[in-house]
């Protein structure tokens, strides 16, 4: 199986180089143009109207492909969106940028980039990246005004997991625990406190200019992400060093839809939506996921429906006491099995019990699971 990731820094860019920029810029939206015009639907098609169009630009030709196929992944997000806004506006991009995985090359320390006829661009690449992508194989390189990107990829196994670890992603903590009953708990609640710190502080800016406001938005929202990132990248990545480390699987619920329970209007307070909307829960997923790819390691997604309201082990209805803990409904239970735990151990629990029966064909699984899904 092949994984791709990425790499990004920071660069200043030369003059050729925003050239170079705003001329990819200019051949994507001529393709966009072409492609609402001629309502073209797949990537081939695009290509046979516009790359001979793109002809009048003085760049390699290299940065056709590239170009089109930027293009076709906008319409194709366009033609999505217009299914549910049908008065979407017709995308165009404003933003300097430049995709390429043709043309490329990687030599003394620098990223090289044709510009016209054996005449070459080179961004400098810091240690650091040139660390990461050491050993693998480029894939392609973005650029923007400041940031380049560079994917790189390589040929993984998926292992052959002994057993499942379960998540619980909340907006303070994520709680973890394997079948055997050891329960983690990796807090949050930094993060959660540096997003309410920012958000009361740009709460405060009333200046009336949009474009100001905009940029003081973007300062302080850059501000908060380079506290947060790291904290989850911690979480995320001692998560998957431990399935690592003792040959497990990893199991999340799939919160696709979740923030649809926070809008406006649901009967909740301003303060409470901003809270529950601020949750990274899709960025700690996106996180787990490509690291656990990266390493080999099976990710299974489930129905969050019910985990946090039944037993783990025999499936009775349970009720919550204080501080998350959970213990079992005597009035509704039947199985004789005298659960008390921790909430999220309790839901993850449930949620691994069953898979890692499927996982490893284990003939002993308990009544509930063998009633519900067997």
């Known amino acids: 199986m092949q994984v791709v990731r990425a790499v990004s820094q920071k660069y200043i860019p030369s003059p050729e180089t925003f ?42 030709t290299y940065y056709r ?39 490329f090359k990687i030599t003394n320390n620098s990223l090289r980039l044709p510009l016209k006829n054996r005449q070459y661009v080179y961004v400098p690449l810091n240690q650091h990246t040139l660390s990461v992508i050491s050993g693998y194989t480029v894939r392609s390189v973005t650029l923007t005004t400041c940031t380049i990107a560079i994917a790189f990829s390589k040929e993984t ?48 800016f009333s200046r009336s200019d949009v474009r100001v406001a905009m940029r003081i938005q973007q300062k302080y929202g850059e501000k908060q992400r380079n506290r947060v990132q790291p904290i989850l990248h911690n979480v995320s990545r001692r998560i998957v060093d431990k399935a ?59 129905n969050p429906q019910r985990t946090s309201s039944v037993c783990a082990v025999c499936g009775s209805p349970v009720s919550e006491c204080t501080e998350r803990k959970v213990m079992l409904d005597v009035k ?4 004789g099995c005298s659960f008390a735990g921790n909430g999220d151990a309790c839901e ?7 898979f890692s029966s499927v996982w490893a064909r284990k003939p002993k699984i308990s009544p509930f699971f063998a009633s519900k899904f067997m």
């Open 19 to 60: 050239v170079l920029l705003d001329e990819f810029r200019k051949m994507v939206n001529d393709c966009i143009r072409i492609g609402l015009s001629e309502n073209v639907t797949s990537m081939h098609s695009l290509c046979k109207k516009t790359y001979h169009q793109l002809s009048k630009y003085p760049v390699p």
């Open 348 to 354: 993850h629990s449930y949620c691994g019990g069953f």
């Open 244 to 302: 690592k480390a003792e040959n497990l699987g990893i199991v999340m619920e799939d919160l696709t839809g979740i923030r649809k329970m926070y809008r406006k209007g649901n009967g909740q307070g301003t303060n409470y939506r901003s809270r529950l909307n601020s949750w990274s829960f899709y960025e700690l997923q996106r996180q787990i996921e490509y690291k656990a790819k990266w390493e080999g390691i099976p990710l299974v997604y489930v």
């Open 65 to 103: 492909l590239t170009a089109i196929s930027k293009a076709t992944g906008i319409l194709r997000n366009y033609r999505k969106t217009i299914k549910k806004q049908p008065y979407a506006k017709k995308p165009y991009v404003s933003k300097l940028m430049l995709t390429d995985c043709y043309a």
């Open 332 to 335: 509704t239970h039947d199985f």
């Open 157 to 204: 196994a998926v292992i052959d997991s002994k057993g499942l670890i379960g998540l619980d992603r909340n907006l303070d903590n994520v709680t973890t625990v394997t079948l055997n009953g050891k329960t983690e708990v990796y807090d949050l609640s930094e993060a959660t406190n540096a997003k309410a710190l920012y958000r009361e502080v740009k709460s405060h």
